[in-house]
């Protein structure tokens, strides 16, 4: 008597796709190691903020949010930040075009450059700007004190996540696939439309949120330059150390979890729009 062993197409299906997502012991182990300690530095501390941040109320968080000095801080910090992060998009990816696909002299010492802002001490990058663009500066440009500091500052700390981002796709993408789309009759236009960009969207959008978020989080940099002027060049992260001295800390947590929300829903935002443009590809 014989006994069929063949399964049906769907139970092997059913198996596969279970093996496939099975974690074996030591799989199971580094994953509850990362997740701890990802809960301990990332995960808790932001709900302590959140809970913080009602501490006091509801009342206390709206008073502080609805604040005039506090609003303009924050207004001040998201816009600047948003209009940074846009010229990041477009220069970085432009920098990255060309460290990677231009031979010139000087190359290795401009990949140098662009690191700079990584490695300088924030306090330091602020002084930096301020011997450069403040009232004593050598070329005759004084932007201390205006909105223009919190633009020029923010911009300068930022400056490499797009081009760090952007650069190894580039290096990975294969000429071939343009030098095709050119034999076939396809415009520069079509090319960078229907090929590059699919290509560098995840690129882009992930270095546009690390710029994003390290522009509305910006302090040392900021703090010798703007003047931290209220309501004219007072950023939302000096607002809150402003609480904190004052002993607020409820309503510093209040402004923290404003920023939160707002860095989350833009990179929930970035995250559509790569799809989206990746689709379109």
């Given at each position: 008597m014989t006994v069929d062993t063949t399964l049906a197409p769907g139970a092997v299906r059913k198996r596969?796709?279970?093996?496939?997502?099975?974690?074996?012991?030591s799989s199971g182990l580094g994953l509850g190691i990362a997740l701890t300690w990802f809960s301990l530095l990332v995960l808790i501390p932001l709900a302590l903020v959140v809970i913080q941040s009602v501490d006091g109320g509801w009342a206390t968080f709206r008073?502080?949010?609805?604040?005039?000095?506090?609003?303009?801080?924050?207004?001040?910090?998201?816009?600047?930040?948003?209009?940074?992060?846009?010229?990041?998009?477009?220069?970085?990816?432009?920098?990255?075009?060309?460290?990677v696909r231009d031979q010139f002299p000087g190359k290795r010492l401009l990949e140098v450059i662009i690191d700079i802002p990584f490695a300088l001490p924030t306090i330091v990058a602020g002084l930096v700007l301020l011997s450069l663009y403040g009232p004593q500066s050598p070329i005759g440009?004084?932007?201390?004190?205006?909105?223009?500091?919190?633009?020029?500052?923010?911009?300068?700390?930022?400056?490499?996540?797009?081009?760090?981002?952007?650069?190894?796709?580039?290096?990975?993408?294969?000429?071939?696939?343009?030098?095709?789309?050119?034999?076939?009759?396809?415009?520069?236009?079509?090319?960078?439309r229907r090929i590059l960009l699919?290509?560098?969207?995840?690129?882009?959008?992930a270095g546009a949120a690390l710029s994003f978020a390290r522009g509305i989080s910006e302090y040392g940099s900021l703090v010798l330059l703007s003047g931290n002027l209220p309501m004219k060049?007072?950023?939302?992260?000096?607002?809150?150390?402003?609480?904190?001295?004052?002993?607020?800390?409820?309503?510093?947590?209040?402004?923290?979890?404003?920023?939160?929300?707002?860095?989350?829903?833009?990179?929930?935002?970035?995250?559509?729009?790569?799809?989206?443009?990746?689709?379109?590809?």
């Amino acid at each position: 008597m014989t006994v069929d062993t063949t399964l049906a197409p769907g139970a092997v299906r059913k198996r596969r796709s279970r093996s496939a997502t099975s974690l074996t012991r030591s799989s199971g182990l580094g994953l509850g190691i990362a997740l701890t300690w990802f809960s301990l530095l990332v995960l808790i501390p932001l709900a302590l903020v959140v809970i913080q941040s009602v501490d006091g109320g509801w009342a206390t968080f709206r008073d502080t949010v609805t604040s005039p000095q506090t609003a303009a801080a924050l207004r001040l910090t998201v816009t600047q930040a948003f209009v940074v992060t846009l010229v990041n998009v477009v220069m970085g990816t432009l920098i990255a075009w060309v460290l990677v696909r231009d031979q010139f002299p000087g190359k290795r010492l401009l990949e140098v450059i662009i690191d700079i802002p990584f490695a300088l001490p924030t306090i330091v990058a602020g002084l930096v700007l301020l011997s450069l663009y403040g009232p004593q500066s050598p070329i005759g440009i004084n932007v201390a004190n205006t909105e223009r500091s919190v633009f020029l500052a923010l911009l300068f700390v930022t400056l490499p996540f797009v081009v760090r981002t952007v650069e190894p796709v580039l290096q990975e993408l294969d000429l071939e696939v343009e030098e095709a789309a050119a034999s076939l009759g396809a415009s520069r236009f079509t090319t960078l439309r229907r090929i590059l960009l699919p290509a560098l969207a995840p690129a882009i959008t992930a270095g546009a949120a690390l710029s994003f978020a390290r522009g509305i989080s910006e302090y040392g940099s900021l703090v010798l330059l703007s003047g931290n002027l209220p309501m004219k060049t007072e950023v939302a992260s000096v607002r809150i150390m402003s609480y904190i001295e004052n002993g607020n800390a409820a309503a510093a947590a209040s402004v923290a979890t404003i920023l939160l929300v707002v860095a989350l829903a833009a990179i929930v935002v970035l995250q559509v729009l790569s799809s989206v443009v990746a689709r379109r590809g």
